[in-house]
C-alpha cells in the first residue's frame, strides 16, 4: 500500500512539474530589459483613426490596459492624468488601450477627461497585453517601457503613483 501511495506522489509531483514548466515556457512575460520587438502595433483612437505606438518612441512609455467596468482601472486613471501633466515635458507618455468597445469607453469619457491617448482595442487588446507580459489575463495591466523600446515593469493590477515615480526615475536621468 505504501508503494502506490509514494508512486502516486511522485506522479503527481512529476505532472505538476511538467505542467509549471509548460507553463513558464509558454506563458512567461517577456524579461525587463531585452528587447521587445512584439511592440509594434496599431489600433484605433475614438475617431477610429488608426494610432500607431511608433510615434511614441524614443518616450517613456506607459501602456495601461483598462476597462471602464473595472473599478481598479478608474482608480488609477486620475493618478495617470496627473502623471502626464507632471512628466509630459519629461518625455513620458501614458496612453490608455481599452479592452473592451468603443461605446463604453466614449460614455466614460465624457465624465472624465483623459489627457492621454485613449485607443480602443477590444478582445484583441487581450492578446496584445498578453504578448507584452499579461500572463494571468487580468486589468489593470500596465507596461513601461524605456526610451529604447525595452520593457522596464510589468503591473498585474493597480499600479500606483509612487511606483510609477520609482520605475521612472532612473529613465529621466538616464537620458
Known amino acids: 500500500m505504501n508503494k ?3 508512486l502516486i ?3 503527481i ?3 505538476a512539474m511538467a505542467a509549471g514548466l509548460f ?3 509558454y506563458f512567461a512575460a517577456p524579461e525587463a530589459g531585452k528587447p521587445t520587438p512584439q511592440i509594434n502595433f496599431s489600433l484605433p483612437d475614438l475617431a ?3 494610432q500607431s505606438v511608433a510615434q511614441w518612441q524614443g518616450k517613456i512609455l506607459i501602456i495601461n490596459f483598462w476597462a471602464t467596468w473595472c473599478p481598479p482601472c478608474l482608480k488609477e486613471i486620475p493618478e495617470f492624468i496627473k502623471l502626464q501633466d507632471e512628466y509630459k515635458d519629461k518625455g513620458v507618455q501614458f496612453v490608455g488601450i481599452a479592452i473592451e468597445d468603443k461605446q463604453p469607453v466614449e460614455d466614460y469619457l465624457k465624465r472624465i477627461k483623459i489627457n492621454y491617448p ?3 482595442g477590444g478582445e484583441g487588446a487581450t492578446m496584445l497585453a498578453q504578448q507584452l507580459g499579461n500572463v494571468i489575463n487580468t486589468v489593470p495591466f500596465t507596461v513601461i517601457i524605456n526610451q529604447q523600446g525595452q520593457i522596464v515593469h510589468h503591473q498585474l493590477g493597480e499600479l500606483t503613483r509612487d511606483k510609477v515615480l520609482e520605475v521612472i526615475a ?3 536621468t538616464a537620458k
Do not use: G
Open 4 to 6: 502506490k501511495i509514494i
Open 9 to 11: 506522489v511522485t506522479a
Open 13 to 15: 509531483a512529476f505532472v
Open 23 to 25: 507553463v513558464r515556457q
Open 48 to 50: 477610429d483613426t488608426p
Open 118 to 120: 485613449v485607443l480602443i
Open 170 to 172: 532612473p529613465l529621466l
